[in-house]
């Protein structure tokens, strides 16, 4: 088996390869001057909607997916822009829920590439990689064009991309200790960075943080008169109880609460991820700038650097509520894809998100025997990653991904016996090779319903996997 897209059409092969040769802008020179240049000659087509901006270390993207697949329940036409992509690159940019085609994604790049051109010359550097994705998406979004666009920040906040959008609801998710090379070491440095997406006038919605970075973070609502509502205190998980295919919720909106709501994830953070995803579109609907709007001063009704204060007014109608989440996905967050045994993808790939899947895997599965697979990024922190997974893990199999920045087997295997010890390692230099021989652990019981495999370490080891295991594109 390999990891190819063979099927994909060469024009659009060719854009995804120009694309991808222009580097990533942290190894370049951390600026907006070049994109801000790209989308005002593009006429910013990020200010022809209003936009919910997404941060955080952990959940980004499936909270992304939430507040999508409730605003689309309401009949709103939206626009979803993502990172990183499981299998395909135009995962990144959807519409009303869907990846868009091959056809318009050349298209996307077709039309704003004399512009990149045209901004490349201005400066020393050129435009980088997701720079140039994310003018795309802004385009396709005002050429569809949508209703509401969802944006998740690629890395940080204050100098990420996506920041030359002005968020009418910002989303704070979880923050931990990733990227401590382009972010910072600390919490509250890192807190700094992704505080950049809280502007003018807007809500900012906070999910549970640790102390140090929510202080970052309110400092900052304060400093630019916005209004803030936190988990735990406006809004939040009031009650959940594992069920089949997920678990059901009670939730404490902004505006009400929300009971019976049956939601396709599993683990107590996506419940979090499920309450902050409501709060966000509650805030959104009670005062989020229609579509042209110029400026955020309309965004809320709230006086400025207060607490958000809610009522049943701005209660969301709770059938749909409960139909949209019913429906929503996060493909590669602990997604399962196979049956007898169970496999699970997971992109877990720092110390926190691991002990949030190994939680959820506990609660949720009750495996007698669980293997897994480890592929991971050789800047990350491996040990502290490992830590969480050694004591549900029967056997570890360790290997690649299809990233250059994926560590080589032999010395995660050295890493992994320091922790899980030698007899429990395992080392495959090919990915497929490597699911064969977890799914082999697994079954060693004889029992298919209690074994299992998890496969986890990356958004690329997840997507790889799914690859591999030939399961149908999600969106």
């Known amino acids: ?40 000659v593009l006429g910013e087509p990020q200010r022809a909607y209003p936009v919910i901006h997404i941060a955080g270390t952990n959940g980004k993207s499936s909270t992304a997916r939430l507040v999508e697949a409730l605003l689309r329940e309401r009949g709103l036409r939206t626009g979803l822009y993502t990172s990183p992509e499981l299998t395909t690159l135009r995962e990144r940019i959807a519409i009303d829920g869907e990846p868009i085609t091959e056809e318009r994604f050349v298209e996307a790049y077709e039309d704003v590439l004399p512009f990149v051109q045209l ?23 005002a050429d569809a064009p ?19 959008a002005d968020g009418a609801v910002a989303v704070v998710t979880p923050i931990g200790l990733d990227h401590t090379r382009y972010l910072g070491d600390t919490l509250a440095e890192i807190a700094g960075e992704k505080a950049g997406i809280i502007k003018t006038g807007s809500v900012t919605v906070l999910a549970q943080q640790p102390v140090e970075a929510a202080e970052v973070l309110l400092r900052r609502v304060v400093e630019v008169g916005g209004t803030a509502a936190r988990e735990g205190i406006e809004y939040g998980v009031l009650g959940r109880d594992v069920a089949v295919g997920g678990q059901q919720l009670r939730l404490q909106g902004l505006h009400g609460v929300y009971d019976e709501v049956f939601l396709p994830l599993f683990g107590d953070h996506q419940a979090s991820n499920a309450a902050t995803a409501l709060a966000a579109v509650e805030a959104f ?89 480890l592929a991971i990024a050789a800047d990350k922190d491996v040990v502290g990653v490992l830590d969480q997974l050694e004591p549900v893990l029967a056997e570890l199999v360790v290997t690649r991904n299809s990233s250059p920045r994926s560590m080589p087997p032999e010395e995660l295997a050295e890493i992994a016996e320091g922790v899980f010890g030698p007899e429990r390692v395992h080392v495959a230099q090919r990915l497929d090779d490597a699911i064969d021989r977890a799914i082999g652990f ?34």
């Open 1 to 40: 088996m390999t990891v190819s897209q063979v099927s994909e059409p060469s024009d659009y092969r060719n854009a995804v390869g120009a694309i991808m040769a222009r580097g990533v802008e942290w190894e370049i020179d951390p600026t907006l001057d070049r994109v801000r240049d790209l989308v005002d």
């Open 119 to 141: 901004v490349d010359g201005k400066h020393a550097t050129p435009l980088s990689f997701f720079e140039v994705l994310t003018a795309m998406a802004f385009a396709a979004f």
């Open 146 to 164: 949508v209703d509401v666009a969802v944006v998740e920040a690629g890395m940080g906040g204050a100098w990420d991309a996506t920041n030359v």
């Open 285 to 373: 609907a009670s005062g989020a700038p229609t579509r042209g709007e110029a400026n955020l001063e309309a965004a809320t009704r709230i006086a400025p650097g207060e607490s958000y204060l809610g009522g049943a007014e701005g209660q969301l109608d709770p059938a749909l509520v409960r139909s949209g989440f019913a429906k929503s996905a996060s493909p590669g967050r602990l997604e399962v894809v196979r049956t007898g045994p169970t496999v699970l993808l997971d992109a877990a790939h720092n110390p926190a998100g691991m002990a949030a899947t190994v939680a959820t895997v506990t609660e949720s599965f009750g495996f007698t025997r669980l293997a897994g697979v």
């Open 442 to 475: 697994a079954e060693e019981t004889g029992e298919y319903r209690g074994a299992g495999v998890l496969i986890t370490g990356s958004v690329v080891t997840a997507g790889d996997a799914r690859t591999l295991l030939r399961v149908t594109e999600g969106r």
